[in-house]
Protein backbone atom coordinates (compact mmCIF):
# COMPACT_ATOMS: atom_id res chain seq x y z
CA UNK A 1 0.00 0.00 0.00
CA UNK A 2 1.22 3.65 -0.55
CA UNK A 3 0.90 6.38 0.92
CA UNK A 4 1.12 10.02 -0.40
CA UNK A 5 2.66 11.06 2.92
CA UNK A 6 3.99 8.90 5.98
CA UNK A 7 3.51 12.15 7.80
CA UNK A 8 -0.47 11.61 7.39
CA UNK A 9 -0.57 8.96 9.90
CA UNK A 10 -2.69 5.85 10.90
CA UNK A 11 -6.10 8.02 11.24
CA UNK A 12 -6.55 8.43 7.63
CA UNK A 13 -5.88 4.59 7.16
CA UNK A 14 -7.97 3.42 9.47
CA UNK A 15 -11.24 5.54 7.91
CA UNK A 16 -10.18 4.24 4.72
CA UNK A 17 -10.45 0.61 6.06
CA UNK A 18 -13.79 1.03 7.49
CA UNK A 19 -15.02 1.78 4.09
CA UNK A 20 -13.80 -1.32 3.08
CA UNK A 21 -15.97 -4.66 2.60
CA UNK A 22 -15.73 -6.63 6.25
CA UNK A 23 -14.11 -9.80 6.46
CA UNK A 24 -11.53 -11.94 7.96
CA UNK A 25 -9.45 -11.45 4.89
CA UNK A 26 -6.39 -9.24 7.48
CA UNK A 27 -6.27 -12.96 9.07
CA UNK A 28 -4.89 -14.60 6.09
CA UNK A 29 -1.93 -12.48 6.25
CA UNK A 30 -1.01 -14.41 9.50
CA UNK A 31 -0.29 -17.35 7.06
CA UNK A 32 3.29 -16.79 6.73
CA UNK A 33 3.55 -16.45 10.36
CA UNK A 34 1.93 -20.04 10.82
CA UNK A 35 4.05 -21.05 7.75
CA UNK A 36 7.53 -20.68 9.91
CA UNK A 37 6.07 -23.51 12.67
CA UNK A 38 3.86 -25.46 9.80
CA UNK A 39 5.07 -28.73 11.83
CA UNK A 40 3.53 -27.65 15.01
CA UNK A 41 0.20 -26.49 12.71
CA UNK A 42 -0.36 -29.54 11.06
CA UNK A 43 0.07 -31.14 14.79
CA UNK A 44 -2.42 -29.12 16.11
CA UNK A 45 -4.79 -29.75 13.29
CA UNK A 46 -4.49 -34.06 13.41
CA UNK A 47 -5.16 -33.60 17.34
CA UNK A 48 -7.85 -31.49 16.63
CA UNK A 49 -9.59 -33.71 13.58
CA UNK A 50 -8.72 -36.55 15.92
CA UNK A 51 -10.92 -35.63 18.72
CA UNK A 52 -13.63 -34.68 16.46
CA UNK A 53 -14.08 -37.49 15.14
CA UNK A 54 -13.43 -39.85 18.27
CA UNK A 55 -16.76 -37.50 19.62
CA UNK A 56 -18.49 -38.64 16.18
CA UNK A 57 -18.22 -42.31 17.18
CA UNK A 58 -20.13 -41.73 20.31
CA UNK A 59 -23.68 -41.81 18.81
CA UNK A 60 -23.03 -45.01 16.95
CA UNK A 61 -22.57 -46.96 20.17
CA UNK A 62 -25.84 -45.28 21.16
CA UNK A 63 -27.59 -46.28 18.80
CA UNK A 64 -26.60 -49.77 19.01
CA UNK A 65 -27.72 -49.99 22.96
CA UNK A 66 -30.95 -48.57 22.49
CA UNK A 67 -31.76 -50.62 19.36
CA UNK A 68 -30.35 -54.24 20.93
CA UNK A 69 -32.25 -53.24 24.52
CA UNK A 70 -31.17 -54.20 27.84
CA UNK A 71 -32.18 -57.27 28.61
CA UNK A 72 -29.64 -60.25 30.31
CA UNK A 73 -28.89 -61.50 26.85
CA UNK A 74 -27.25 -58.24 25.86
CA UNK A 75 -25.54 -57.82 28.88
CA UNK A 76 -22.30 -58.73 27.41
CA UNK A 77 -22.85 -57.38 23.99
CA UNK A 78 -23.51 -53.83 26.28
CA UNK A 79 -20.29 -54.18 28.33
CA UNK A 80 -18.19 -54.53 24.76
CA UNK A 81 -19.66 -51.22 23.83
CA UNK A 82 -18.87 -49.40 26.93
CA UNK A 83 -15.58 -51.01 26.97
CA UNK A 84 -14.63 -49.31 23.75
CA UNK A 85 -16.50 -45.88 24.81
CA UNK A 86 -13.37 -45.85 27.31
CA UNK A 87 -11.27 -46.27 24.58
CA UNK A 88 -12.77 -43.59 22.69
CA UNK A 89 -13.06 -41.31 25.82
CA UNK A 90 -9.18 -41.84 26.39
CA UNK A 91 -8.10 -41.05 22.72
CA UNK A 92 -10.20 -37.83 23.18
CA UNK A 93 -8.73 -36.40 26.35
CA UNK A 94 -5.53 -37.28 25.15
CA UNK A 95 -5.80 -35.48 21.80
CA UNK A 96 -7.79 -32.55 23.35
CA UNK A 97 -4.76 -32.10 25.56
CA UNK A 98 -2.52 -31.99 22.51
CA UNK A 99 -4.99 -29.76 20.81
CA UNK A 100 -4.77 -27.47 23.51
CA UNK A 101 -0.90 -27.22 24.31
CA UNK A 102 0.33 -27.22 20.35
CA UNK A 103 -2.45 -24.64 19.59
CA UNK A 104 -1.90 -22.27 22.45
CA UNK A 105 1.62 -22.57 21.96
CA UNK A 106 1.42 -21.95 18.14
CA UNK A 107 -0.33 -18.84 18.94
CA UNK A 108 1.79 -17.70 21.64
CA UNK A 109 4.98 -18.02 19.21
CA UNK A 110 3.44 -16.16 15.95
CA UNK A 111 2.21 -13.42 18.15
CA UNK A 112 5.45 -12.85 19.88
CA UNK A 113 7.11 -12.68 16.21
CA UNK A 114 4.31 -10.88 15.38
CA UNK A 115 5.33 -8.02 18.17
CA UNK A 116 8.52 -8.55 17.64
CA UNK A 117 8.11 -7.41 13.11
CA UNK A 118 6.07 -4.60 14.39
CA UNK A 119 8.40 -2.78 17.08
CA UNK A 120 11.15 -3.31 14.54
CA UNK A 121 9.20 -2.01 11.62
CA UNK A 122 8.41 0.83 13.74
CA UNK A 123 12.39 1.51 14.28
CA UNK A 124 12.52 1.97 11.19
CA UNK A 125 10.26 4.44 9.99
CA UNK A 126 10.64 7.68 9.09
CA UNK A 127 10.44 11.01 11.13
CA UNK A 128 7.83 12.46 9.21
CA UNK A 129 5.60 8.92 10.13
CA UNK A 130 6.02 10.13 13.90
CA UNK A 131 5.19 13.71 13.52
CA UNK A 132 1.62 12.46 13.50
CA UNK A 133 1.53 8.77 14.83
CA UNK A 134 0.18 8.62 18.45
CA UNK A 135 3.07 6.88 21.13
CA UNK A 136 -0.15 5.42 22.80
CA UNK A 137 -1.57 4.38 19.69
CA UNK A 138 1.00 2.17 18.87
CA UNK A 139 1.76 0.71 22.41
CA UNK A 140 -2.16 -0.44 21.74
CA UNK A 141 -1.46 -1.79 19.26
CA UNK A 142 1.16 -3.78 20.12
CA UNK A 143 -0.06 -5.04 23.39
CA UNK A 144 -3.94 -4.78 22.80
CA UNK A 145 -4.09 -5.87 19.09
CA UNK A 146 -1.50 -8.63 19.20
CA UNK A 147 -3.62 -10.22 22.20
CA UNK A 148 -7.03 -10.57 20.35
CA UNK A 149 -4.97 -11.94 17.68
CA UNK A 150 -3.42 -14.28 20.52
CA UNK A 151 -6.80 -14.94 21.41
CA UNK A 152 -7.80 -16.12 17.60
CA UNK A 153 -5.16 -17.87 16.93
CA UNK A 154 -4.66 -19.65 20.10
CA UNK A 155 -8.22 -20.64 20.92
CA UNK A 156 -10.63 -19.28 18.37
CA UNK A 157 -9.63 -20.36 15.55
CA UNK A 158 -8.93 -23.78 16.96
CA UNK A 159 -12.76 -24.40 18.26
CA UNK A 160 -13.84 -22.61 15.06
CA UNK A 161 -11.76 -25.95 13.11
CA UNK A 162 -13.34 -28.34 15.96
CA UNK A 163 -16.76 -27.07 15.55
CA UNK A 164 -16.54 -27.38 11.38
CA UNK A 165 -15.58 -30.61 11.17
CA UNK A 166 -18.34 -31.59 14.04
CA UNK A 167 -20.81 -29.53 11.88
CA UNK A 168 -19.45 -31.17 8.67
CA UNK A 169 -19.03 -34.67 10.28
CA UNK A 170 -22.65 -34.58 11.76
CA UNK A 171 -24.19 -33.31 8.94
CA UNK A 172 -22.64 -36.42 6.90
CA UNK A 173 -23.38 -38.78 9.55
CA UNK A 174 -26.62 -37.13 9.54
CA UNK A 175 -27.31 -37.76 5.46
CA UNK A 176 -26.10 -41.20 6.19
CA UNK A 177 -28.31 -42.26 9.11
CA UNK A 178 -31.92 -40.85 7.72
CA UNK A 179 -31.77 -38.87 4.42
CA UNK A 180 -35.23 -37.82 4.73
CA UNK A 181 -34.84 -36.73 8.06
CA UNK A 182 -31.67 -34.68 6.88
CA UNK A 183 -33.83 -32.70 4.15
CA UNK A 184 -35.36 -31.19 7.23
CA UNK A 185 -32.56 -29.77 8.30
CA UNK A 186 -30.47 -28.75 5.39
CA UNK A 187 -33.65 -26.84 4.13
CA UNK A 188 -32.92 -25.00 7.41
CA UNK A 189 -29.05 -24.16 6.74
CA UNK A 190 -29.91 -20.75 4.70
CA UNK A 191 -31.95 -19.76 6.68
CA UNK A 192 -29.37 -19.57 9.24
CA UNK A 193 -26.05 -19.06 8.01
CA UNK A 194 -27.45 -15.71 6.15
CA UNK A 195 -27.96 -14.14 9.23
CA UNK A 196 -25.12 -15.48 10.57
CA UNK A 197 -22.86 -13.71 7.68
CA UNK A 198 -24.67 -10.27 7.87
CA UNK A 199 -24.56 -9.57 11.38
CA UNK A 200 -20.93 -10.79 11.57
CA UNK A 201 -20.03 -8.33 9.26
CA UNK A 202 -21.36 -5.71 11.85
CA UNK A 203 -19.52 -7.13 14.64
CA UNK A 204 -16.51 -6.49 13.22
CA UNK A 205 -17.08 -3.62 12.34
CA UNK A 206 -18.24 -2.30 15.46
CA UNK A 207 -15.18 -4.20 17.28
CA UNK A 208 -12.78 -2.29 14.97
CA UNK A 209 -14.26 1.20 16.29
CA UNK A 210 -14.22 -0.31 19.67
CA UNK A 211 -10.21 -1.31 19.38
CA UNK A 212 -9.68 2.26 17.86
CA UNK A 213 -11.44 4.20 20.47
CA UNK A 214 -9.29 1.76 23.03
CA UNK A 215 -5.93 2.93 21.47
CA UNK A 216 -7.27 7.14 21.49
CA UNK A 217 -7.79 6.42 25.29
CA UNK A 218 -4.42 4.95 25.64
CA UNK A 219 -2.88 7.54 24.18
CA UNK A 220 -4.12 10.33 26.13
CA UNK A 221 -2.92 7.96 28.85
CA UNK A 222 0.31 8.14 27.76
CA UNK A 223 0.79 11.62 27.52
CA UNK A 224 -0.61 12.42 30.49
CA UNK A 225 1.32 9.72 32.70
CA UNK A 226 4.38 10.80 31.05
CA UNK A 227 4.11 14.57 31.89
CA UNK A 228 2.31 13.94 35.49
CA UNK A 229 4.86 16.29 37.15
CA UNK A 230 3.62 18.86 35.06
CA UNK A 231 0.08 17.93 35.27
CA UNK A 232 0.71 18.13 39.00
CA UNK A 233 2.21 21.47 38.92
CA UNK A 234 -0.70 23.00 37.23
CA UNK A 235 -3.55 21.25 39.43
CA UNK A 236 -4.62 19.88 36.46
CA UNK A 237 -5.70 16.60 37.79
CA UNK A 238 -9.53 16.87 37.31
CA UNK A 239 -9.02 18.60 34.07
CA UNK A 240 -7.39 15.65 32.41
CA UNK A 241 -9.16 12.70 34.73
CA UNK A 242 -12.42 14.05 33.40
CA UNK A 243 -11.06 13.98 30.05
CA UNK A 244 -9.68 10.59 30.42
CA UNK A 245 -13.28 9.84 31.97
CA UNK A 246 -14.49 11.02 29.20
CA UNK A 247 -12.19 8.96 26.78
CA UNK A 248 -12.93 5.56 28.43
CA UNK A 249 -17.03 6.45 28.45
CA UNK A 250 -16.25 6.35 24.34
CA UNK A 251 -14.19 3.08 24.85
CA UNK A 252 -17.16 1.68 26.63
CA UNK A 253 -19.95 2.43 24.19
CA UNK A 254 -17.64 0.91 21.86
CA UNK A 255 -17.20 -1.88 23.55
CA UNK A 256 -20.76 -2.34 24.27
CA UNK A 257 -22.30 -1.69 20.85
CA UNK A 258 -20.10 -4.48 19.73
CA UNK A 259 -20.77 -6.92 22.58
CA UNK A 260 -24.41 -5.77 22.12
CA UNK A 261 -24.20 -7.13 18.27
CA UNK A 262 -22.51 -10.35 19.21
CA UNK A 263 -25.01 -11.15 21.26
CA UNK A 264 -27.70 -10.41 18.88
CA UNK A 265 -25.30 -12.71 16.80
CA UNK A 266 -25.90 -15.27 19.25
CA UNK A 267 -29.45 -14.82 20.09
CA UNK A 268 -30.41 -15.45 16.60
CA UNK A 269 -28.32 -18.60 16.07
CA UNK A 270 -28.92 -20.35 18.98
CA UNK A 271 -33.09 -19.59 18.26
CA UNK A 272 -32.38 -20.32 14.36
CA UNK A 273 -30.25 -24.17 15.05
CA UNK A 274 -32.20 -25.62 17.85
CA UNK A 275 -35.86 -24.63 16.81
CA UNK A 276 -34.68 -26.62 13.75
CA UNK A 277 -33.61 -29.21 15.30
CA UNK A 278 -37.12 -29.30 17.45
CA UNK A 279 -38.58 -29.37 14.31
CA UNK A 280 -36.60 -32.44 12.85
CA UNK A 281 -37.15 -34.07 16.40
CA UNK A 282 -41.22 -33.89 15.66
CA UNK A 283 -40.90 -35.54 11.98
CA UNK A 284 -38.77 -38.37 13.82
CA UNK A 285 -40.85 -38.75 16.57
CA UNK A 286 -43.74 -39.26 13.99
CA UNK A 287 -41.48 -41.67 11.50
CA UNK A 288 -40.77 -43.81 15.10
CA UNK A 289 -44.62 -44.05 15.12
CA UNK A 290 -45.39 -45.13 11.99
CA UNK A 291 -41.90 -47.98 12.24
CA UNK A 292 -40.19 -46.26 9.37
CA UNK A 293 -37.25 -45.25 11.66
CA UNK A 294 -35.86 -47.43 14.85
CA UNK A 295 -35.85 -45.14 18.36
CA UNK A 296 -32.11 -45.74 18.11
CA UNK A 297 -31.35 -44.48 14.85
CA UNK A 298 -33.37 -41.89 15.65
CA UNK A 299 -31.57 -41.19 19.20
CA UNK A 300 -28.15 -41.47 16.68
CA UNK A 301 -29.54 -38.85 14.24
CA UNK A 302 -30.94 -36.39 16.85
CA UNK A 303 -26.98 -36.61 18.48
CA UNK A 304 -25.47 -36.10 15.04
CA UNK A 305 -28.20 -32.97 14.67
CA UNK A 306 -27.52 -31.71 18.12
CA UNK A 307 -23.53 -31.64 17.27
CA UNK A 308 -23.38 -30.07 14.17
CA UNK A 309 -26.21 -27.70 15.29
CA UNK A 310 -24.23 -27.37 18.65
CA UNK A 311 -20.79 -26.83 16.08
CA UNK A 312 -22.88 -24.15 14.12
CA UNK A 313 -23.96 -22.30 16.69
CA UNK A 314 -20.34 -21.65 17.98
CA UNK A 315 -18.91 -20.88 15.59
CA UNK A 316 -21.50 -18.02 15.98
CA UNK A 317 -20.00 -16.89 18.82
CA UNK A 318 -16.66 -17.87 18.00
CA UNK A 319 -16.89 -15.87 14.53
CA UNK A 320 -17.53 -12.49 16.34
CA UNK A 321 -13.49 -13.41 18.25
CA UNK A 322 -12.27 -14.05 15.36
CA UNK A 323 -13.65 -10.84 13.82
CA UNK A 324 -12.01 -8.45 16.34
CA UNK A 325 -8.94 -10.39 15.72
CA UNK A 326 -9.15 -9.71 11.83
CA UNK A 327 -9.38 -6.04 13.02
CA UNK A 328 -6.54 -6.07 14.95
CA UNK A 329 -4.91 -7.98 12.29
CA UNK A 330 -5.53 -5.03 9.82
CA UNK A 331 -4.72 -2.41 12.45
CA UNK A 332 -0.92 -3.83 12.72
CA UNK A 333 -0.66 -4.58 9.45
CA UNK A 334 -1.13 -1.32 8.70
CA UNK A 335 1.65 -0.31 10.61
CA UNK A 336 3.72 -2.83 8.78
CA UNK A 337 2.68 -1.58 5.32
CA UNK A 338 3.83 1.74 5.95
CA UNK A 339 7.06 2.50 3.93
CA UNK A 340 9.31 4.33 5.59
CA UNK A 341 10.43 7.59 2.93
CA UNK A 342 13.78 7.82 4.41
CA UNK A 343 15.82 4.70 3.34
CA UNK A 344 18.68 3.40 1.95
CA UNK A 345 19.20 3.23 -1.80
CA UNK A 346 19.93 0.07 -4.09
CA UNK A 347 23.28 0.86 -4.37
CA UNK A 348 24.45 2.86 -1.52
CA UNK A 349 27.98 5.03 -2.03
CA UNK A 350 30.55 4.03 0.20
CA UNK A 351 32.14 7.24 2.30
CA UNK A 352 35.77 8.11 2.40
CA UNK A 353 37.94 6.13 4.47
CA UNK A 354 38.56 7.69 6.96
CA UNK A 355 35.83 10.04 7.43
CA UNK A 356 36.15 13.55 7.71
CA UNK A 357 33.31 14.99 8.92
CA UNK A 358 32.60 17.25 6.37
CA UNK A 359 29.14 18.76 5.69
CA UNK A 360 27.57 20.83 2.87
CA UNK A 361 24.18 22.25 2.56
CA UNK A 362 23.70 23.86 -1.13
CA UNK A 363 20.56 25.74 -1.65
CA UNK A 364 18.27 23.99 0.70
CA UNK A 365 14.75 24.74 1.12
CA UNK A 366 12.81 22.47 2.97
CA UNK A 367 9.29 22.44 5.09
CA UNK A 368 7.99 19.90 7.79
CA UNK A 369 5.40 17.34 5.96
CA UNK A 370 2.76 18.61 8.59
CA UNK A 371 3.18 22.07 7.44
CA UNK A 372 4.45 21.32 3.62
CA UNK A 373 3.40 25.31 2.70
CA UNK A 374 6.16 26.99 5.69
CA UNK A 375 9.38 26.75 3.93
CA UNK A 376 11.58 26.40 7.35
CA UNK A 377 14.75 26.83 5.31
CA UNK A 378 15.14 28.99 2.32
CA UNK A 379 17.68 28.31 -0.02
CA UNK A 380 20.61 27.68 2.64
CA UNK A 381 24.07 27.00 1.60
CA UNK A 382 26.98 26.77 3.84
CA UNK A 383 29.85 24.11 4.43
CA UNK A 384 31.97 22.84 7.64
CA UNK A 385 34.75 21.91 6.53
CA UNK A 386 36.77 18.97 8.42
CA UNK A 387 37.58 19.69 11.94
CA UNK A 388 35.62 23.23 11.84
CA UNK A 389 33.85 24.02 14.79
CA UNK A 390 30.56 25.99 13.47
CA UNK A 391 27.94 27.58 15.46
CA UNK A 392 24.66 28.18 14.62
CA UNK A 393 23.04 31.44 16.19
CA UNK A 394 19.47 32.31 16.06
CA UNK A 395 16.45 33.24 17.29
CA UNK A 396 13.94 30.14 18.13
CA UNK A 397 11.92 28.75 14.81
CA UNK A 398 14.72 30.06 12.55
CA UNK A 399 15.74 26.70 11.65
CA UNK A 400 18.68 25.85 13.37
CA UNK A 401 17.98 21.77 14.65
CA UNK A 402 15.93 21.40 11.12
CA UNK A 403 19.85 21.81 9.96
CA UNK A 404 19.93 19.10 12.52
CA UNK A 405 17.65 16.73 11.49
CA UNK A 406 18.58 17.08 7.58
CA UNK A 407 22.20 15.65 8.46
CA UNK A 408 21.15 13.11 10.07
CA UNK A 409 18.57 12.86 7.52
CA UNK A 410 15.54 12.18 9.25
CA UNK A 411 13.92 13.89 6.27
CA UNK A 412 14.94 15.06 2.86
CA UNK A 413 14.91 18.40 1.66
CA UNK A 414 12.19 19.38 -0.87
CA UNK A 415 14.76 21.13 -3.26
CA UNK A 416 19.16 21.37 -3.18
CA UNK A 417 21.08 19.00 -1.67
CA UNK A 418 22.94 17.79 1.53
CA UNK A 419 26.40 16.29 1.37
CA UNK A 420 28.99 14.38 3.57
CA UNK A 421 32.07 14.17 3.16
CA UNK A 422 30.61 14.92 -0.80
CA UNK A 423 28.61 11.86 -0.82
CA UNK A 424 24.93 13.45 -1.42
CA UNK A 425 22.91 11.66 1.69
CA UNK A 426 20.52 9.57 -0.72
CA UNK A 427 22.96 8.48 -2.18
CA UNK A 428 24.33 6.84 1.11
CA UNK A 429 22.72 4.51 3.31
CA UNK A 430 21.58 6.46 5.94
CA UNK A 431 22.73 3.96 8.58
CA UNK A 432 25.98 4.26 7.58
CA UNK A 433 26.51 8.04 7.89
CA UNK A 434 24.73 7.86 11.01
CA UNK A 435 27.27 5.89 12.93
CA UNK A 436 29.96 8.63 12.08
CA UNK A 437 27.52 11.22 13.54
CA UNK A 438 26.97 11.85 17.37
CA UNK A 439 24.12 13.58 18.91
CA UNK A 440 23.74 15.81 21.84
CA UNK A 441 20.34 16.98 21.89
CA UNK A 442 18.99 19.57 23.50
CA UNK A 443 16.57 17.23 25.76
CA UNK A 444 18.94 14.77 27.19
CA UNK A 445 17.37 11.30 26.26
CA UNK A 446 17.67 8.99 29.01
CA UNK A 447 16.51 5.46 29.56
CA UNK A 448 14.77 3.58 32.18
CA UNK A 449 17.79 1.31 32.58
CA UNK A 450 21.23 1.53 33.92
CA UNK A 451 23.51 4.59 33.90
CA UNK A 452 25.99 2.00 32.55
CA UNK A 453 23.69 1.14 29.67
CA UNK A 454 22.58 4.55 28.77
CA UNK A 455 25.82 5.58 28.57
CA UNK A 456 27.09 2.20 26.36
CA UNK A 457 23.79 3.25 24.15
CA UNK A 458 26.23 5.81 22.20
CA UNK A 459 28.44 2.36 21.26
CA UNK A 460 26.99 -1.11 22.12
CA UNK A 461 30.69 -2.74 21.79
CA UNK A 462 32.29 0.02 24.62
CA UNK A 463 33.92 -1.95 27.50
CA UNK A 464 33.09 -1.05 31.04
CA UNK A 465 36.64 0.54 31.27
CA UNK A 466 35.63 3.29 28.00
CA UNK A 467 32.11 3.85 29.56
CA UNK A 468 34.03 5.49 32.94
CA UNK A 469 36.52 6.95 31.14
CA UNK A 470 33.90 8.90 28.88
CA UNK A 471 31.90 9.84 31.96
CA UNK A 472 35.23 11.02 33.48
CA UNK A 473 35.41 13.36 30.71
CA UNK A 474 31.83 14.24 30.61
CA UNK A 475 32.27 15.44 34.62
CA UNK A 476 29.55 12.79 35.53
CA UNK A 477 31.62 10.56 37.27
CA UNK A 478 31.62 12.49 40.27
CA UNK A 479 27.83 12.34 41.00
CA UNK A 480 27.65 8.69 39.48
CA UNK A 481 29.86 7.81 42.20
CA UNK A 482 27.30 9.25 44.57
CA UNK A 483 24.38 7.12 43.57
CA UNK A 484 23.41 3.72 45.56
CA UNK A 485 25.05 1.26 42.94
CA UNK A 486 26.75 3.38 41.29
CA UNK A 487 27.44 3.03 37.30
CA UNK A 488 24.67 0.40 37.88
CA UNK A 489 22.17 1.95 39.46
CA UNK A 490 18.63 2.55 37.57
CA UNK A 491 17.77 6.15 36.32
CA UNK A 492 13.81 5.18 36.17
CA UNK A 493 11.84 6.02 33.22
CA UNK A 494 13.25 9.07 31.09
CA UNK A 495 15.72 8.87 34.12
CA UNK A 496 13.39 10.90 36.31
CA UNK A 497 15.83 10.37 39.36
CA UNK A 498 18.53 12.52 37.71
CA UNK A 499 18.72 16.28 37.26
CA UNK A 500 18.65 18.17 34.01
CA UNK A 501 22.43 18.34 34.77
CA UNK A 502 23.20 14.69 35.18
CA UNK A 503 20.66 14.02 32.30
CA UNK A 504 22.83 16.16 29.77
CA UNK A 505 26.31 14.94 31.54
CA UNK A 506 25.19 11.34 30.77
CA UNK A 507 24.05 12.36 26.86
CA UNK A 508 27.71 14.24 26.77
CA UNK A 509 29.15 10.84 28.28
CA UNK A 510 27.31 9.18 25.62
CA UNK A 511 28.54 11.14 22.56
CA UNK A 512 31.66 11.18 23.53
CA UNK A 513 32.06 7.36 23.76
CA UNK A 514 30.35 7.29 20.28
CA UNK A 515 33.85 8.52 18.98
CA UNK A 516 32.25 9.94 15.68
CA UNK A 517 33.88 12.15 13.22
CA UNK A 518 31.11 14.68 13.62
CA UNK A 519 29.94 16.03 16.37
CA UNK A 520 26.47 17.44 16.89
CA UNK A 521 25.76 19.86 19.80
CA UNK A 522 22.26 21.16 19.98
CA UNK A 523 22.29 23.42 23.49
CA UNK A 524 24.60 20.59 25.04
CA UNK A 525 24.91 22.76 28.05
CA UNK A 526 21.46 24.43 28.70
CA UNK A 527 20.93 22.01 31.90
CA UNK A 528 23.89 22.90 33.77
CA UNK A 529 24.64 24.99 36.30
CA UNK A 530 27.49 27.54 36.32
CA UNK A 531 29.50 25.38 38.08
CA UNK A 532 28.95 22.35 36.15
CA UNK A 533 28.49 24.09 32.67
CA UNK A 534 32.31 25.20 33.44
CA UNK A 535 33.51 21.93 33.58
CA UNK A 536 31.91 20.23 31.02
CA UNK A 537 32.15 22.98 28.47
CA UNK A 538 35.94 22.39 29.18
CA UNK A 539 35.39 18.75 28.23
CA UNK A 540 33.27 19.77 24.97
CA UNK A 541 36.05 22.06 23.97
CA UNK A 542 38.49 19.02 23.92
CA UNK A 543 36.07 16.66 22.41
CA UNK A 544 35.83 19.33 19.31
CA UNK A 545 39.27 20.07 18.73
CA UNK A 546 39.37 15.93 17.34
CA UNK A 547 36.37 16.06 15.36
CA UNK A 548 33.90 18.27 12.98
CA UNK A 549 31.69 20.27 15.65
CA UNK A 550 28.53 22.06 14.75
CA UNK A 551 26.51 23.77 17.35
CA UNK A 552 23.62 25.34 18.04
CA UNK A 553 24.15 27.20 21.19
CA UNK A 554 23.39 30.56 22.88
CA UNK A 555 25.87 30.63 25.64
CA UNK A 556 28.90 32.72 25.44
CA UNK A 557 31.42 30.06 26.24
CA UNK A 558 30.58 27.68 23.47
CA UNK A 559 30.18 30.31 20.59
CA UNK A 560 33.58 31.72 21.55
CA UNK A 561 35.67 27.96 21.21
CA UNK A 562 34.06 28.00 17.54
CA UNK A 563 35.97 29.25 14.38
CA UNK A 564 32.72 30.27 12.54
CA UNK A 565 29.52 31.70 13.49
CA UNK A 566 26.37 31.42 11.49
CA UNK A 567 23.76 33.46 12.17
CA UNK A 568 20.01 32.35 11.23
CA UNK A 569 16.80 33.77 10.68
CA UNK A 570 13.71 32.51 8.75
CA UNK A 571 15.27 29.60 7.37
CA UNK A 572 18.52 31.80 5.76
CA UNK A 573 21.72 33.08 6.63
CA UNK A 574 21.62 36.41 7.32
CA UNK A 575 25.31 36.87 9.39
CA UNK A 576 28.51 35.00 9.26
CA UNK A 577 32.43 35.77 11.22
CA UNK A 578 33.67 35.13 14.52
CA UNK A 579 31.80 36.42 17.62
CA UNK A 580 34.08 39.85 17.48
CA UNK A 581 33.46 40.56 13.93
CA UNK A 582 29.59 39.90 14.48
CA UNK A 583 29.04 41.95 17.45
CA UNK A 584 30.72 45.13 16.14
CA UNK A 585 28.66 44.83 13.33
CA UNK A 586 25.19 45.95 15.27
CA UNK A 587 22.99 43.59 13.57
CA UNK A 588 21.03 40.71 14.48
CA UNK A 589 23.74 38.66 16.28
CA UNK A 590 24.27 41.69 18.39
CA UNK A 591 21.15 41.86 19.51
CA UNK A 592 21.25 38.40 20.94
CA UNK A 593 24.40 39.07 22.52
CA UNK A 594 23.27 41.72 24.40
CA UNK A 595 20.20 39.74 25.11
CA UNK A 596 21.45 36.13 25.97
CA UNK A 597 25.11 36.75 26.17
CA UNK A 598 25.16 40.43 28.66
CA UNK A 599 22.61 39.11 31.06
CA UNK A 600 24.82 36.23 32.39
Known sequence: MSFASEGRGLSEQAQAAEKRKMSVKPLTRLLPYIARYRYRALAALVALTVAALTTLVVPVAIRRMIDFGFSAKAAELIDSYFSVMIAVVAV??????????????????IVADLRADVFAHLTRLSSSFFDTAKTGEMLSRLTADTTQIKSAVGASVSIALRNLVLFFGGATMMVVTSPRLSLFVLAAIPVIVLPLVGFGRAVRKKSRLAQ????DASGYASELIGAVRTLQAFTNETLATRRFGGAVEQAYEAARGATQARSILTSIAIFLIFSSVVLVLWVGAQDVLAGDITPG????FILYAVFAAGGLGELSQVWGEIAQASGAAERLFEILKVEPQIKPPAHPLPLTRPVRGEVAFDAVRFAYPTRPD?????????????GERLALVGPSGAGKSTIFHLILRFYDPQSGTVTFDGVRLPDADP????REIALVPQDAVVFAASVRENIRFGRLEATDA??????????AAEFIARMPQGYDTQVGERGITLSGGQRQRIAIARAILREAPLLLLDEATSALDAESETLVQAALTQLMQQRTSIVIAHRLATVLSCDRILVIDKGRIVE???HAQLSAN????????KLQFETR
Open 212 to 215: DTLA
Open 431 to 434: AAVR
Open 576 to 578: EGT
Open 374 to 386: AFVLDGLSFTVKP
Open 92 to 109: LALSSAMRYYLVTTLGER
Open 466 to 475: EIEKAAEAAH
Open 586 to 593: GGLYARLA
Open 297 to 300: RLSQ
